[in-house]
């Protein structure tokens, strides 16, 4: 390369940077005017925008604000454990199904979580011990030989072999 040619490369560059700069200016007063602050963060956010939607690239990654995370896919939930019972909490536990209450276990969409239910026979649903003794105290006749303390409101499945005790998904 003689000294002709790269002079006349350099006087390129030169013109480029030049241009790119004159690029820059206009694009500070289009930001001024659009955002209407001077904050060098928002100059470089907005210039940097400029550029690459200047050179077509139109993706979500170009724009301010754009997201470019995945959303991540649900989890399908686990059927949850049966409780291992002795025969003494069996007989207990078990004493509420053989009166005609139900129990629900709801599976909720978080991971390993889930809300346990009792359900009268008269259809009505509790789900803590306080409100079973409230209905107990309202209703005499249908807690027929049952205490609280055959309730448990555990999220977990306590082994009765009948369809009263269900799980679902919420």
């Known amino acids: 390369m003689n000294v002709s040619e790269s002079q006349k490369s350099k006087s390129k560059v030169n013109k480029q940077q030049i ?3 004159s690029d820059d200016s206009s694009a500070e007063e289009t930001m001024s005017e659009v955002v209407g602050t001077s904050s060098k963060l928002a100059q ?3 210039l940097k925008v400029k550029k690459t939607t200047k050179h077509g690239n ?3 990654q ?6 470019k995370a995945k959303s991540k896919p649900r989890e399908k939930v686990k059927a949850v454990q049966k409780m291992q019972l002795t025969a003494e909490q069996q007989k207990q536990y078990f004493k509420p ?6 129990r629900e276990l709801v ?6 979580k889930a809300d346990a239910y009792y359900i009268a026979p008269d259809g009505k649903k509790f789900r803590s011990i306080p409100e079973v003794t409230e209905y107990a105290l309202l209703n005499p006749p249908a807690m027929d030989d049952l205490q609280p303390e055959n309730f448990i409101f555990r999220p977990i499945l306590i082994g009765w072999k009948g369809n009263e005790e269900y799980q679902r998904s919420a």
């Open 19 to 21: 241009s790119a700069q």
């Open 62 to 67: 170009s724009r301010v604000g754009g997201s």
């Open 107 to 112: 599976l909720r969409t978080a991971k390993d």
């Open 97 to 102: 199904f053989q009166k005609g209450w139900k």
């Open 58 to 60: 139109n993706s979500k």
């Open 44 to 46: 470089k956010t907005y």
